[in-house]
């Protein structure tokens, strides 16, 4: 099945620095997603990108849905304690003849921030 | 007014059982999924429903069987429970098969067999 590879694995910042994570896939999705976990709570989404160079903002959030539809960054600006957790990437892939083949999700970056 | 919820959040049984997850939304959404989070918190999805029929089965072992009575509930039963069947289970909905910016995640059942 595809994968997606998702990177850093973790990362220990001082609060009010900025946060990059990315992922890369060998094959093309449809969608890509960002999500974040918090602990003991489901994922929560917090952008979706449907076109391949969309660049999307939510807050201090921004998103990237990469050119080849390959890959997709993530960036977080002025960090703040709330914002530790696990980031998920996801990619969606729609299948012929509609429906989707269901989301595929990176391993996730675990968020940590000094105060 | 919890969107997706999931009973029981914990569930702590000995191999061999058999054991159901429920889950519900409020959401009016078409679409339902079961997802398998592992200890190493990587998310894997194992079914999906589209007005109560099947369209995704992974590879899941088929001592994994889902039912969905309607299109507002999804419960996933398992039997002959397994050690490596110990993990987070996360139900999720969505308006529709093909649009994944929607799906809305239950707050999770973490399982543990002993």
């Known amino acids: 099945g595809q994968q997606l590879n998702q990177s850093p694995q973790s990362m220990f910042i001082q609060e009010g620095e900025d946060v990059s994570m990315n992922c890369t896939s060998s094959?093309?999705?449809?969608?890509w997603l960002w999500y974040k976990q918090d602990p003991g709570e489901g994922p929560v989404l917090l952008i979706a990108?449907?076109?391949?160079?969309e660049l999307t903002s939510n807050g201090r959030l921004t998103a990237q849905f990469g050119i080849t539809r390959k890959d997709s960054f993530l960036n977080i600006s002025a960090s703040i304690p709330s914002d530790v957790g696990i980031y998920f990437c996801a990619g969606l892939v729609w299948a012929t003849g509609g429906g989707a083949d269901g989301l595929t999700f990176g391993k996730g970056t675990h968020l940590i921030i000094q105060p | 007014d919890t969107a997706v919820s999931q009973t029981p959040k914990y569930l702590v049984t000995q191999m061999g059982n058999d054991k159901s997850i429920k889950c519900e939304q409020n959401l009016g959404h078409d679409t339902m999924y079961w997802y398998k989070q592992d200890s190493k918190k990587f998310l894997k999805i194992m079914f999906s429903?589209?007005?109560?029929?099947?369209?995704i089965n992974e590879t899941v072992p088929n001592r994994f069987s889902p039912k969905s009575p309607d299109k507002a509930h999804l419960n996933l039963h398992i039997n002959s429970l397994e050690l490596g069947d110990s993990a987070v289970y996360f139900c999720a909905s969505s308006q529709g098969p093909t649009r994944g910016e929607d799906q809305y995640f239950g707050p999770g059942t973490r399982l543990l067999v002993l």
């Open positions: 094959s093309i999705f449809n969608t």
């Open positions: 990108l449907y076109k391949a160079g």
């Open positions: 429903y589209n007005n109560k029929e099947l369209i």
